[in-house]
């Protein structure tokens, strides 16, 4: 790969054309030149004079003039360029690393001992060998090696938790203690200084069990990967269950439901009518993203078997504008145990904190731009916006589409058709389609919890603001491609009435198109 730049010089050439009239002709060479100076002063014979002077070899004074006029410009451009690269390195404008980096990168292009390998990554080897795993008959093997790690660190979030707060305890008698002696033995500067202690000490012994914490994931996750690559062999494939047995064994567990539920099948489309299943529940949306392998929790065979599938589930939860901030106890689920598949929940969160600094501090001209607007997108997430985690240890959920929505936090208000969270909710569905999510569960009154100022009225307006627009990004996804939403859950807060809940349900099939069976006389 060429990293030299280049420049354009004329070259001037005067010469007796075949009537002996001067003649003289200008020709852009560009500089350094590496081609044959001998066929470029046959080239601009042919191009620039007259057809006579090729019979008449004018090529031949024409070679001379040209190979001084290349062998000076070319002198003289790495002579420009070297002196600029010793100022360059005099003043301190150097970068060595990204001149290390870059040669780097060219060897690798270019020389075959320094490529890089070719082949699968171990990332690929590792989902590979644990797709081929789950659906054979060790998956209850897997399962339950899943379930002791989670127990590990259930039982070590535990007791760090229980240590913490014996040293809160202990620092809050300290202090109630000093405070009655205020102004008698003690002063308001020995309580501060002890307060310094404290905070000091809670923040060491706070890292301290953050430490081993990160320390016995990270085993566990080399120690479970290790033990799944080095299980995938060609006697044990050939004597495991087929993926259809597996699937049909283990479709027969179901979790615990939603106390009220009511399911539709429907048909979609302008001409090709495509079949969907329409569920709308109450319940909490922590239930749906509760801790896998907790003691209520059966869900451990379907989240494995449709990890590496096609068949995706997702979850929109509404999340306050501002910096990224996950739910707290969606966040606290999944740390419960070691996520073995994709980076721990707090690594993600961090990774997107980077992604949105690095575009507040890119040049405007790099920035993104939303919605069709003309502004910039910045560092701030608005209404509308949505960062996305990915989760295996989970008990219904794939994908988490944390949908920004300040609402969910204030009093309701009234939205239409336009506004940024439901246009987010078309981005979701959008990316859901390409990305092989084909189950997703949406808040049907874009709220997670019932408000005294949510009327009645209010909730059928809303709902059936969402399921008019749902509907329609529905029908919208047949020109999308990519995989076609099979069920979409309506989610009702948990604490809904059940009148209301029923009032909203009958109003699915008047919204949708509901499949009615035909009676044969």
């Known amino acids: ?3 030299e730049p280049s420049k354009v010089v004329d070259f001037r050439y005067e010469f007796l054309n075949h009537d002996d009239k001067p003649a003289h002709l200008i020709y852009p060479v560009e500089i350094p030149f590496r081609d044959s100076p001998d066929e470029l002063a046959h080239r601009i014979v042919t191009q620039r004079m007259d057809p006579i002077m090729t019979f008449l070899q004018a090529d031949k004074d024409l070679k001379v003039a040209l190979r001084s006029f290349i062998e000076k410009e070319n002198q003289d451009f790495y002579d420009e360029r070297d002196e600029a690269l010793l100022e360059k390195l005099r003043t301190g ?11 780097e990168r060219s060897y690798k292009d270019e020389i075959l001992e320094y490529a890089d390998r070719v082949g699968p990554s171990d990332e690929e080897i590792f989902a590979q060998s644990y797709h081929q795993l789950v659906h054979s008959s060790v998956l209850s093997e897997i399962l339950a090696k899943e379930r002791d790690y989670a127990k590990t660190i259930t039982n070590l979030t535990a007791q760090m938790t229980q240590q913490i707060n014996t040293m809160n305890s202990l620092h809050q008698e300290e202090i109630e203690s000093k405070m009655k002696l205020l102004d008698i033995s003690v002063t308001s500067e020995n309580i501060n200084h002890i307060l310094a202690k404290q905070y000091n000490m809670q923040n060491m012994i706070r890292k301290q069990c953050e430490s081993e914490l990160e320390s016995t994931r990270g085993h566990q996750k080399y120690e479970y990967r290790d033990w799944i690559t080095t299980h995938i062999d060609a006697s044990f494939l050939a004597e495991s269950d087929s993926p259809t047995q597996i699937g049909n064994r283990w479709s027969m567990i179901s979790t615990q439901g939603p106390s009220m539920e009511e399911s539709f099948t429907i048909h979609l489309g302008s001409q090709l009518k495509h079949m969907h299943n329409i569920r709308i529940l109450s319940t909490k949306i922590s239930d749906l993203c509760s801790p896998l392998y ?25 999340t306050p504008s501002g910096s990224v901030s996950p739910d707290t106890e969606i966040r606290r689920n999944a740390n419960m145990s070691t996520e073995f598949h994709f980076d721990q929940v707090d690594h993600q969160i ?18 993104d731009f939303g ?10 997430l608005k209404p509308g916006d949505v960062f996305i985690t990915r989760h295996s240890n989970l008990s219904h959920s794939h ?8 609402e969910t ?32 569960s949406i808040p049907a009154l874009l709220r997670h919890h019932m408000s005294e100022d949510m009327t009645v009225s209010w909730c059928i307006r809303r709902a059936e603001l969402v399921f008019k627009c749902a509907k329609g990004f529905m029908i919208e996804s047949a020109s999308w491609g990519g995989a076609e939403l099979n069920t979409l859950q309506l989610l009702l ?25 035909k009676i044969l006389q």
Do not use: W
């Not at 919605?371 to 701030?380: H, K």
């Not at 994908?399 to 300040?406: A, E, G, K, N």
């Not at 939205?415 to 997703?440: A, E, F, Q, W, Y």
């Open 1 to 3: 790969m060429d990293l």
């Open 493 to 517: 807060p948990y604490d809904i009435s059940e009148e209301l809940f029923r009032t909203l349900a009958d109003m699915v099939p008047h919204v949708f198109r509901v499949a009615n069976p």
């Open 409 to 440: 936090f204030q009093s309701p208000s009234e939205i239409n058709s336009r506004h940024p969270v439901i246009l987010g909710l078309r981005n979701i569905l959008k990316i859901s389609s390409r990305h092989d999510v084909t189950t997703l």
């Open 399 to 406: 994908v988490i589409f944390h949908l920004i929505s300040d």
């Open 350 to 367: 961090e990774k997107i904190q980077d992604d949105l600094r690095k575009l507040r501090d890119s040049p405007p001209e790099e920035q």
């Open 371 to 380: 919605n069709g607007g003309g502004e910039p997108r910045t560092s701030r």
């Open 294 to 318: 907790s003691d209520t929790s059966f869900g451990g065979p379907n989240v494995a078997l449709g990890l590496y599938s096609s068949s995706l589930c997702g979850i929109v939860v509404l």
């Open 93 to 103: 404008h150097v970068d060595v690393d990204a001149l290390a980096l870059e040669l």
